[in-house]
């Protein structure tokens, strides 16, 4: 069977969320700046949609973590391959992830990011798989919930392939 993309959320369906995102975010931001924290390099095409539907100010920065192995699963083992530029004091931070799968990479990344004294911390992430959770993770903001299937597009990758699918599919044919 030949590699092939089938759509689990189409692109009109992901801007319509990410737009409902952007408001509800807005309203609970209110007479605040949001500083979005994007993890790399998934996070990326949520970050920028979701940025331009936020009607608060926003600052941004950028953090790449990866967690030693590959493949498709993590491995719980998370380093820091690029921290971010600004430090976090007094501001309200949210982060902005792809997807919440074992909920490794996050809960430590959370951990990190809340010793650096912010004055709130939230997250949000485009797609979540709970029923792959391994370590608990409070999620202020999700997408879409999603089976647990390997999904690719809106900056998500198989083996750094299908990043830039316009929508969230699953990839069939591979093992
Ligand atoms: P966790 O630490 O297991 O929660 O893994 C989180 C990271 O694994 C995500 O930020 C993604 O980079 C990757 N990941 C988990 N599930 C998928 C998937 O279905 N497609 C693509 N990447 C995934
Ligand atoms: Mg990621």
């Known amino acids: 069977m030949a590699e092939s993309v089938e759509v689990m959320h189409s692109e009109a369906e992901v801007a ?47 953090m790449s973590v990866g967690s030693y192995g590959n493949g498709t699963s993590s491995s719980g083992v998370v380093k820091i391959a690029k921290d971010l530029d600004e430090p976090l ?22 951990e990190i990011l809340k010793g650096r ?21 409070k999620v202020d903001y999700t997408g879409f919930e999603i089976p647990d299937e390997f999904v690719v597009g809106y900056g998500l990758d198989y083996a750094q392939k299908y990043r830039n699918l316009p929508f969230i599919g699953v990839v069939k044919g591979v093992e």
């Open 117 to 137: 004294h912010p004055k709130s911390l939230k997250l949000c992430t485009l797609l979540d798989k709970p029923d792959r959770r391994i370590k608990p993770v």
């Open 16 to 62: 319509k969320r990410v737009e409902e995102l952007g408001r509800q975010i807005s309203e609970d931001y209110a007479g605040k700046q949001v500083h979005l924290i994007c993890v790399l390099k998934g996070g990326v095409f949520f970050m920028c949609e979701l940025a331009k539907r936020i009607s608060v100010p926003v600052s941004m920065d950028f």
């Open 89 to 110: 004091e007094g501001k309200d931070v949210l982060v902005v992830e792809d997807i919440i799968d074992s909920g490794r990479t996050l809960s430590y990344l959370l």
